[in-house]
């Protein structure tokens, strides 16, 4: 790279409009873009409730688009009925029936496609199954699946029965399955004998075995795919095969028509304090923000093949797998593994192979990626890619600026999209054939989108590069419902800190000259871990949970490729081990918080101490722990600190 780059890189000064090309064949023209902006801004309400009639097939109309009786727990479109599954599915049938609607390739190479009519009778004889087994409208549904088709057509399926699916990363642990199942108060379990991962098995039903092995009373029955073939154990009356409980069963299934505002699905993501909140989304209105993104953003058209490399475990995966890309009509396609099995060029040779058009990924993956070296993906036929995409945290722009020329070509547009598990769907990005983008910005919100940036008292930041606030000023139909059990965590977090005034993201941002947005991190104790949420309470309680830890505090510390790596700072109980005896401590203890929560999880470091720093009042300075776990000089005042001297432990100088 010239010199002349890696300043204007420093700067992030660039600004990269789409070519000429781009703009004429996309879907959403820079006049286009000002006239959808124009219409959300004379009326919110109507904007939502145009889309809504245009973009959904009601069973029964809506006939009042937002009800803030509430407020703020907002309503939308309430009294309309639709099936989410038959937006997805039945609706391409017609005029699109053989198109290829999904595009699965194993880890061990094997490839298969279903059309929209072959995956529409799959979700239906899995749905037929489900009513069998007397799973209901409003039941909870856990899923632990690897990332296979199926993982898809078990999410539709519950989609078209009204269950409620509440899908577990299957590389968290059993325990984390476990308070999953019964905070929803789950009826069934949908998980595979195993699946595959960078080579190795991930042994799915037996860490389902774990789990169900202690409370989840709720639990009826527990239906396995067969994906690695390896022996597992089934309980007799609780498990049945998924190929034995499709078997022979209709390939038409009537969906459920719900309201609007049923419960689609709940997603536990981590907060700053507790445990994991369930959060619970619409049917309505998630379709409504997941569908347009998904042809707004990433400009879907018919012939594109989309993928986005989310596990459908994270929010990203049902957004822009599962859901919005299917509701479009789009082919997407569906990759089991691990993305540098069985090295670092598997991601492009899926591209090559599959004539992938569109590609969205995460930050920790382009940064990966990256250190094999530019011969790896320039070896591959990138030729058919037209548009990039990145999610989860911010992105260097370093990275940026790889992705743009090698893997894009500098003909590609990059949209950097801001959004949470919370928003639903895509809340800020560029519109790709409409406007410029630079590195590291998500640049503006979407149409419909109020995003601002607000001080501590609430009012606007108007001046450029100033930080404060992410918030959003008006209700949309794919924001949250609320925290399953728990409302008023609901309010509290996100409502709470300015009255009710406005959604409050968490995270921190500023906007430069031209009112591009810059997100700089969250302001909360949350990690970002390879571009997933993690509280740093959850890391904690996990390691006091074992009987060698007294206390324990956790930061995040910037790490090259997953963004923020985890250092914890432990009181062990007794001796505190130097040495040999202090690996030896730390082998124990990160294995024990992957067991807890799953391996994102395991810290980076462990440091032991005799205590750790705190105020007089008691509180842990988690400031002070962060300057040392980064290496960064103290200029904290520690004047306050009851036990000075513990500096030179935690900087492991003793
Ligand atoms: O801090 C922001 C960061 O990820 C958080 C949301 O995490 P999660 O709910 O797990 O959803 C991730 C996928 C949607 C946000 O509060 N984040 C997400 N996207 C970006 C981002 N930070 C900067 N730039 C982004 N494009």
Same mark, same amino acid.
């Given at each position: 790279m010239s010199d002349k780059n890696l300043e204007s890189i420093l700067h992030e000064s660039r600004s990269f409009p789409p070519s000429r090309d781009f703009t004429a064949g996309a879907r959403i023209k820079p006049a286009d873009l000002e006239a959808l902006t124009s219409e959300a801004a004379a009326d919110h309400e109507s904007f939502w409730a145009r889309l809504a009639r245009e973009e959904i097939d009601w069973h029964t109309p809506f006939t009042k688009t937002l009800d803030d009786t509430n407020a703020p727990n907002y309503r939308w479109f309430a009294d309309g009925m639709l099936n989410m599954s038959h937006n997805c599915?039945? !609706?391409?049938?017609?005029? &699109?029936? #053989?198109k290829t609607a999904i595009i699965f390739e194993a880890e061990n190479g094997d490839s298969h496609t279903l059309s929209y009519r072959e995956l529409t009778a799959a979700v239906c004889r899995l749905a037929n199954g489900l009513r069998a087994l007397g799973v209901q409208a409003g039941d909870r549904v856990v899923l632990y699946m690897p990332m296979t088709a199926e993982a898809v057509i078990a999410m539709q399926a519950c989609a078209r029965i009204g269950a409620v699916h509440s899908v577990v990363f299957g590389g968290f642990s059993a325990k984390s399955l476990r308070d999953r199942i019964m905070d929803a108060g789950a009826k069934m379990v949908i998980t595979a004998d195993g699946g595959h991962r960078g080579g190795q098995i991930v042994a799915l039903k037996d860490a389902t075995d774990t789990a169900l092995a202690e409370g989840c009373e709720t639990i009826e029955h527990v239906v396995v795919l067969h994906c690695t073939g390896h022996d597992i154990n089934m309980v007799e009356g609780r498990d049945i095969w998924w190929s034995e409980l499709v078997d022979g069963r209709s390939d038409q299934c009537e969906p459920e028509f719900v309201s609007a505002e049923h419960p689609l699905f709940l997603l536990y993501t981590s907060g700053s304090t507790g445990k994991p909140k369930g959060i619970q989304h619409s049917t309505g209105g998630y379709l409504l923000n997941? @569908?347009? $993104?998904? @042809? =707004? !953003?990433? %400009?879907? &058209? %018919? %012939? #594109? !093949?989309? =993928?986005? $490399?989310a596990d459908v475990g994270w929010i990203t995966g049902h957004s822009y797998v599962a859901y919005g890309p299917l509701a479009a009509g789009a082919t997407i396609v569906i990759y089991e593994g691990a993305p540098t099995y069985p090295d670092g060029g598997r991601f492009w040779k899926i591209c090559q192979q599959h004539g992938v058009t569109i590609f969205y990924t995460a930050p920790t993956a382009i940064r990966a990626l990256m250190k094999f070296g530019d011969d790896v993906p320039l070896s591959h036929d990138l030729s058919k890619l037209r548009l990039l995409g990145t999610v989860g945290e911010p992105i260097n722009p370093e990275a940026w600026m790889w992705y743009h020329r090698i893997i894009g070509k500098e003909r590609c547009p990059i949209v950097d999209t801001w959004w949470q598990t919370e928003t639903g769907a895509i809340m800020m990005s560029p519109v790709p054939g409409a406007m410029a983008t630079k590195p590291g910005s998500c640049t503006r919100a979407i149409p419909g989108i109020a995003a601002a940036i607000v001080d501590e008292q609430g009012e606007p930041v108007e001046a450029p590069n100033m930080g404060g606030y992410l918030v959003i000023e008006k209700p949309w139909p794919s924001m949250l419902r609320t925290i399953w059990g728990d409302n008023d965590r609901y309010i509290e977090t996100y409502w709470e @800190?300015? &009255?009710?005034?406005?959604?409050?993201?968490? %995270?921190?941002a500023i906007r430069d000259e031209d009112g591009y947005f810059r997100i700089m991190g969250r302001i909360d104790d949350v990690l970002n871990v390879s571009g997933h949420r993690l509280g740093t309470m959850e890391v904690e309680s996990a390691l006091v949970a074992h009987d060698l830890v007294v206390e324990a505090a956790v930061v995040g510390r910037p790490h090259e490729i997953k963004g923020e790596s985890i250092f914890a700072y432990v009181v062990p109980r007794g001796e505190r081990p130097v040495g040999e005896d202090a690996a030896a401590m730390t082998r124990v203890l990160r294995d024990w918080v992957g067991e807890e929560l799953g391996a994102i999880a395991k810290p980076d470091e462990i440091r032991f101490a005799d205590n750790l720093p705190k105020t007089r009042s008691g509180k842990i300075m988690r400031r002070l722990l962060r300057t040392i776990a980064r290496g960064e000089e103290i200029t904290q005042d520690t004047s306050t600190l009851e036990n000075e001297s513990i500096l030179d432990q935690l900087r492991g100088e003793k």
């Open positions: 599915l039945d !609706v391409h049938l017609k005029a &699109n029936g #053989d997941a @569908k347009l $993104t998904s @042809k =707004w !953003v990433f %400009d879907l &058209n %018919d %012939d #594109d !093949v989309f =993928w986005c $490399t @800190k300015f &009255n009710g005034r406005y959604y409050v993201a968490g %995270d921190s």
